[in-house]
């Protein structure tokens, strides 16, 4: 869950790396509590709940995939191949999934190597 909430206190932050745990973690973290979200607003009989969740996490889902691109050494920019039909969305998970560069790059140092606080 820790993973969840760094992510979501660096709201709109899209400079820097991103690790794969911390992009993958969100991910799932995320899809989780979508799902539950779902079945509550269902249950409730207020899809907007989904709606309102998604609008909300929209902003930190789209910075910590624009960092993970930076740890593979690529530009944020490439977030927008998801929009190509069929093949964008694979090529960016291909990305996402792709080990980070060892060494520091133009979007700063490794994040593995950096402290922890």
Request: proline letters at 4%.
């Amino acid at each position: 869950m820790n993973w969840y909430i760094d992510v979501l206190k660096k709201y709109a932050v899209f400079s820097g790396r991103a690790r794969r745990q911390e992009f993958w973690m969100f991910e799932l973290i995320n899809f989780i509590i979508a799902i539950v979200i779902g079945v509550i607003g269902t249950a409730l009989d207020f899809s907007l709940l989904s709606v309102l969740y998604s609008l909300a996490i929209f902003l930190p889902s789209l910075a910590v995939t624009v960092r993970r691109l930076h740890d593979t050494g690529r530009s944020g920019w490439w977030v927008l191949i998801a929009l190509v039909p069929l093949v964008g969305f694979i090529v960016l998970i291909v990305f996402a999934a792709t080990e980070g560069d060892q060494h520091q790059n133009a979007h700063g140092p490794n994040p593995k190597l950096a402290p922890a606080y």
